[in-house]
């Protein structure tokens, strides 16, 4: 099992940058890959982006692309949702997940999750 710890998220102005943060630790030996998740009120939850395990290959959703960034720090085994140009309706609970799968077909991406980090509140206002 692979513990998330989620950390980061707040109030911010529209247009405004973000950061958040997620720490791994315990059996990562099978996590091939870090994912990003939302859900706003009412909504499904929704793929934001992923991060190979061990830094390479990044994925993002067409609402995100441009304006996130999704990095990890090795040493700490610590990945990162770097939010910018923040917009009204990014405002969710963010989650991180380690993924044992990841794939890209019939046009959307399809994973297979295996922990879940607790989630962390991202308003924006307008």
């Known amino acids: 099992q692979v513990e998330l710890v989620e950390s980061g998220g707040g109030l911010v102005q529209a247009g405004g940058s973000l950061r958040l943060s997620c720490a791994a630790s315990?059996?990562?030996?099978?996590?091939?890959?870090m994912g990003w998740f939302r859900q706003a009120p009412g909504k499904e939850r929704e793929f934001v982006g992923a991060?190979?395990?061990?830094?390479?290959?990044?994925h993002y959703s067409d609402s995100v692309k441009g304006r996130f960034t999704i990095s990890r720090d090795n040493a700490k085994n610590t990945f990162y949702l770097q939010m910018s140009s923040l917009k009204f309706e990014d405002t969710a609970v963010y989650y991180c997940?380690?993924?044992?799968?990841?794939?890209?077909?019939?046009?959307?991406?399809?994973?297979?999750?295996?922990?879940w980090g607790q989630g962390t509140q991202v308003t924006v206002s307008s």
């Open positions: 997940a380690a993924l044992s799968s990841l794939s890209w077909y019939s046009g959307e991406y399809h994973w297979k999750d295996d922990s």
């Open positions: 315990g059996r990562t030996s099978t996590t091939y890959a």
């Open positions: 991060i190979g395990w061990s830094g390479e290959n990044t």
